[in-house]
């Protein structure tokens, strides 16, 4: 096992990580920007070192000051957390170029899964169902009418290194195509610095269904269920939840095992989160995330297995804390990713935090790094904090869900409280019947009141 790990991250995972590594008895290291000096990950970590000024690329995201510190601290592991450098595969090389372990997949395998033209003939070869499309890069605009008339109209332009919802147009005509082709590239170009784009057929109301994996590089691996995460908004998860109010067991079963077996082929190492669109009963692949995501404690709160501590565990060389058969859905969970945002316009708040009382209770986990008195910085993602919330049955985790929403003070800035509150009372998200465009209807209706 390791001795020291630097968490070269920040905010609400970084303080997750560092739980994780204080169970297992290892020591460690935050990392930090000049504008987070005061932030509590900071404050609980064993050492720390200041990686540079505010903005992400000159610290967070700097390789050189992350090296220097892991030589300081003498540190035999980095854990990347989320966002970041976690799907970086040159940063993994390089952390092992300097004798360092990487807490996540080989490298070879960040790369494959980060070009999304790849990760979809590799799911394909595995057995992985997929959304119909281009087989590869399009190149010009015949290329894309000739796909698009084989898999029928509407289509979706996407990046091949897309991420976070950029780079994405749809088509609803071949008249479309032309300028949904331009506007993709360039977005593309200049999102990612790389213009390559492939075509997919356009679902119009499918959910967004995810298996997370756990996979030990020898060619272990077991799927730990489904998270349903429907509900978000311009292609950004707001609310996931597990079971999967579509799914049974018999369909959880099927695509877990299919998922599971790609999984052991590859001999992926680490946590993993295989995507798919699911309509009509039909799940199509179409990205996996090669680290740990923002949504992990659903899965967690479900199936009674830390992530983070496993994740850790498998990267240092250790076996499966279970077997297949053994992984029990208990119960379900929900959980709300609440921003400092404006409930209305999501226009961030950042700013000084007056007033925090979070909810607690049976079944009721918070994960946030921020306290009374602290001031968020403009610099980064504006998530506040999670909130998940476990019951035995969906219809008592909605019921505890509301009364921890309606517990939950933060005062001072604005938060996206307001918007949750509506959402647990809406009767679309209460029978469990929304789609991927649900919330953005939802919210063009404007109901909601900050
Ligand atoms: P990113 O890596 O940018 O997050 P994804 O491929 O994961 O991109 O897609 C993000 C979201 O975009 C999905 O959850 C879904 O809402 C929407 N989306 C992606 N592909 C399709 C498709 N073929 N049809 C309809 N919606 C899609």
């Known amino acids: ?103 996540g997949p080989k490298a070879e395998h960040i790369r494959l899964m980060g070009d999304k033209i790849e990760a979809k003939r590799t799911a394909r070869r595995l057995g992985i169902p997929v959304v119909p499309g281009s087989d590869g890069a399009i190149d010009d605009e015949d290329q894309a009418i000739a796909v698009g008339r084989e898999i029928g109209f509407p289509v979706l332009v996407k990046a091949a290194a897309g991420g976070g919802g950029r780079g994405m147009k749809v088509a609803r005509t071949e008249a479309d195509l032309k300028l949904a082709l331009s506007t993709a590239r360039s977005e593309a170009k200049s999102a990612f610095g790389d213009a390559s784009v492939y075509l997919e057929k356009y679902l119009e109301k499918p959910r967004h269904i995810e298996i997370q994996v756990l996979g030990d590089g020898k060619g272990g691996a077991v799927h730990l269920g489904e998270r349903d995460c429907s509900l978000q908004r311009r292609h950004q998860k707001v609310w996931e939840e597990g079971p999967s109010p579509a799914l049974n067991v018999a369909g959880r079963d099927r695509i877990g095992e299919t998922v599971a077996k790609a999984m052991r082929e590859m001999k992926y190492l680490g946590v993993g989160t295989v995507e798919f669109l699911w309509e009509d009963g039909e799940f199509y692949f179409i990205e996996m995330n090669t680290r740990i995501q923002v949504e992990h404690p659903v899965t967690e709160m479900i199936t009674g297995i830390d992530l983070v501590l496993e994740q850790i565990r498998v990267a240092a060389g250790g076996d499966l804390p279970v077997v297949q058969k053994d992984i029990a859905i208990s119960g379900h969970a929900i959980e709300c990713r609440i921003n400092a945002e404006n409930p209305v316009t999501f226009r961030p708040s950042p700013g000084r935090i007056q007033h925090f009382h979070p909810p607690g209770g049976l079944g009721v986990r918070v994960d946030s790094a921020v306290y009374q008195g602290y001031v968020i910085p403009p610099y980064y993602d504006s998530l506040l904090g999670k909130l998940i919330v476990h019951g035995k049955t969906r219809a008592e985790c909605l019921m505890r869900l509301r009364r921890a929403l309606d517990e939950f003070v933060v005062d001072g800035i604005e938060t996206t409280l307001p918007l949750f509150r509506a959402l647990v009372r809406e009767p679309a998200i209460i029978d469990g019947d929304y789609h991927i465009h649900w919330l953005e209807q939802y919210l063009a209706a404007g109901d909601i009141k900050a």
């Open 1 to 103: 096992m390791f001795d020291k790990i630097l968490i070269a991250n920040r905010g609400e995972i970084a303080l997750r990580v560092l739980r994780a590594c204080k169970e297992l008895g290892i020591a460690t290291v935050a990392v930090h920007s000049t504008a987070d000096a005061d932030a509590m990950h900071v404050k609980l970590a064993d050492e720390s070192v200041c990686i540079g000024p505010p903005q992400s690329k000159d610290s967070y995201l700097n390789i050189p000051s992350l090296l220097a510190a892991c030589e300081i601290t003498g540190v035999d592991a980095v854990h990347p957390g989320y966002g970041f450098l976690s799907e970086n595969a040159r940063f993994a090389e390089i952390l092992a170029e300097h004798n360092l372990h990487f807490i």
